[in-house]
C-alpha cells in the first residue's frame, strides 16, 4: 500500500544509489523514520537537492509505503540549519545526535516527542545557544528511548535530594554522600557532574539560556555521560568517535596564556 502524502521532516542521512539516484532516510514527523528514494537527483537543476542537504527540516511530499522503499517526489518550505551545515563543530554535535536518534528507534515507529525534542536541539545548535550542553540534555533524555531509566532523583537508599551525589550502577541510581559507603564501586565521578546531569535529565529546552558552564565542568559532565553510555547504551558511533577526537584538537588549538609566558 502506498499513498501520495506529505509530511515535515528532519534528514537524518543519505547516500548515493547508482549513479544518478539517492537513499535518502528521514525522520519524519507523522510516520517515524523513512527511507525514502529520490530518483535523478545528481542532476543540478533537480529541484529537491536543498530539501535534501544534511541538517534541512522541510515539507516532504511522496509516496510513504509502510515497508520496502518510499518514493520522494518533492518538498516544500525548505528551512536549512546554515550553522549545522557550516560549523564544524556544531556539525559534529548535530551528527551525533541524528546517530543516537537512528540507533535509538526502529523505522516507521511513529514518535513525536522525539521529533519535536530532536528539531529544538537542532534548531538551539542552529540559534547559537552551546552545542555541548544542548547534547548534554540530548544523551541523558534519549537513553529512555533505549530502555535505559535510571533514578536521578534522589538518593536511592535515603531519599535525600540536596548535596553531593555520585552514580552506583548497583543501584541503578544516584547515592548521597551518607551512602557512599553502600557501593564502593560507584562511578566516583566529580559531584559537579553528577549535579548537573540530574539537572539536564529533567530540563526542559527552554530553560537552556540559564546555563553557562565552565570547561572543566563540561569535560567533567562528558566523562560521566561517556561512562553511562560505555555502561546502558554501547554504541559506537562514527560520529561520536569524531566529537571525542575535536576534544584533543581543541586543546592543541587553544592559544597560548600570554600571563603564562611571563612567569
Ligand atoms: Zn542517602
Partial sequence: ????????????????????DKLIKIFTESAGKVMFFAKGIHRPNNPLRPAIMPFTEAVYIGNLKEDGLSFLNSAKEVHPLRKLQED????????????????????????????????????LMDQGYDGETILNI??????????VALNWRACSICGKTTGAFDFSSKYSGILCQDHWHMDEHRYHADPRSIYFIR????????????????????????????????????????????????????????????????K
Fill in 1 to 20: 500500500m502506498a499513498q501520495v502524502s506529505e509530511t515535515k521532516g528532519l534528514i537524518l542521512f543519505s547516500r548515493d544509489y547508482k549513479e544518478k
Fill in 199 to 262: 539537572m539536564f535529565s529533567t530540563i526542559s529546552y527552554d530553560k537552556i539560556s540559564s546555563v553557562n558552564l565552565k570547561t572543566e565542568t563540561k569535560q567533567a559532565i562528558r566523562k560521566t555521560i561517556d561512562q553511562l553510555y560505555e555502561e546502558y547504551v554501547g554504541l559506537h558511533l562514527k560520529s561520536k568517535r569524531f566529537i571525542d577526537q575535536m576534544g584533543e584538537w581543541q586543546n592543541m588549538l587553544k592559544p597560548v596564556d600570554p600571563d603564562n609566558d611571563l
Fill in 88 to 123: 564544524i563543530f556544531l556539525n559534529a554535535y548535530g551528527s551525533y545526535i541524528l546517530g543516537l536518534v537512528d540507533a535509538a528507534i526502529d523505522d516507521h515507529v511513529y514518535d513525536p516527542a522525539l521529533y519535536s525534542f530532536t528539531k529544538q536541539a537542532l534548531e
Fill in 138 to 147: 540530548f544523551e541523558l533524555q534519549i537513553m529512555q528511548r533505549f530502555g
